[in-house]
């Protein structure tokens, strides 16, 4: 079975962000989905990379989030976005946790290293008070660029695609409601890729008939 492990980047439980997860979730499992719901809230680790990549320690409960992204056949991010960036608490659960030797790693004499997530796909949806003409030109849409090319991409995911939704304290109730049917609809339309590209791979691990 495709397994999706959605990523909680919000420290309030009753959030837009975890709204819209726990409808993209029931999109997901609708469509024969495994979903695993990880909120890094709810972690105990240091958010701060003290020593740079070598010498501290990894936590159990990043040793466990490690674990479930590598069961993962599909991530999804759901965090809102401020100062043209994720909050701390993604920033700091991604300096901890996507470490080189785990997430990348440099050969000798290449000035660019190998992906080592790679056969992951990845979805982000972000939310944020900007409008998208002030988001795309005066900060250039430095979330996608930081987190899906310079970080998803750079560890091997693939393909990841990105829900970004805009002016969210001017939205209407009804229009925040068909921001969740959208959530649920992006569920299912992503729960059927993760099924076909599941059976594909079962079929090539298939032993050849007699």
């Not at 999109?27 to 719901?37: D, F």
Request: glycine share 10%; hydrophobic share 45%; with cysteine.
């Amino acid at each position: 079975m495709a397994r999706a492990l959605i990523i909680l980047g919000h420290p309030q439980a009753n959030s837009l962000s975890h709204q819209l997860a726990a409808r993209y979730a029931e999109g997901l499992a609708g469509g024969g989905v495994q979903v695993e719901l990880l909120s890094l809230a709810e972690l105990s680790f240091d958010l701060v990379l003290r020593q740079g990549f070598d010498g501290q320690a990894v936590e159990p409960d990043l040793l466990s989030a490690r674990a479930a992204i590598e069961r993962a056949d599909h991530v999804a991010w759901f965090f809102p976005t401020g100062w043209a960036g994720p909050p701390a608490l993604v920033k700091g659960f991604i300096d901890r946790v996507f470490l080189p030797g785990w997430a990348f790693q440099y050969a000798p004499g290449q000035s660019l290293p190998r992906g080592l997530l790679s056969g992951r796909h990845a979805r982000v949806v972000t939310s944020m008070d900007s409008p998208s003409l002030w988001y795309r030109l005066w900060h250039r849409r430095a979330v996608h660029a930081s987190l899906v090319n310079a970080t998803l991409k750079f560890c091997g995911f693939g393909p990841v695609a990105s829900t970004t939704l805009f002016r969210v304290r001017d939205r209407s109730p009804e229009v925040r409601e068909g921001w969740l049917g959208e959530l649920w609809r992006l569920g299912q339309r992503d729960a059927r890729r993760l099924v076909a590209a599941s059976e594909r791979r079962a079929r090539r691990r298939a032993p050849l008939a007699a």
